[in-house]
């Protein structure tokens, strides 16, 4: 059972970063998968998630409008693409997968490090 999440780095600001999720050994499509954010010192922070289905959607205020989630069954990965980023988004990524049967199961990635410096 395994989430992996990539592809942060280093990016201006003003620039754009798409993070991937790659899910396996679970059934992807029972589940929904969000995207965490942690500063040092800080919980983490949920910036968005999609349902199972894919048909649902949330974003926070803080990125809406210039974050875009969205899944690949076949894939079985979710993916977050960031526009527009700001200097406050820095932090460690984390995608998380929680059951649609069980709310209680959840699955933790590692995290990918996004720095948005000039």
């Known amino acids: 059972v395994q989430l992996q999440a990539y592809g942060g780095g280093l990016v201006q600001p003003g620039g754009s970063l798409r993070l991937s999720c790659a899910a396996s050994?679970?059934?992807?499509?029972?589940?929904?998968i969000a995207w965490f954010r942690q500063v040092p010192g800080k919980e983490r922070e949920a910036d968005s998630c999609?349902?199972?289905?894919?048909?649902?959607?949330y974003y926070s205020d803080s990125v809406k409008g210039r974050f875009t989630i969205s899944r690949d069954t076949a894939k079985s990965s979710v993916y977050l693409q960031m526009n527009s980023l700001k200097s406050e988004d820095t932090a460690v990524y984390y995608c998380?997968?929680?059951?649609?049967?069980?709310?209680?199961?959840?699955?933790w990635g590692q995290g990918t490090q996004v720095t948005v410096s000039s």
């Open positions: 999609i349902s199972s289905s894919g048909e649902d959607i």
């Open positions: 998380n997968a929680r059951s649609m049967y069980n709310p209680n199961v959840t699955k």
């Open positions: 050994g679970f059934t992807f499509n029972d589940y929904a």
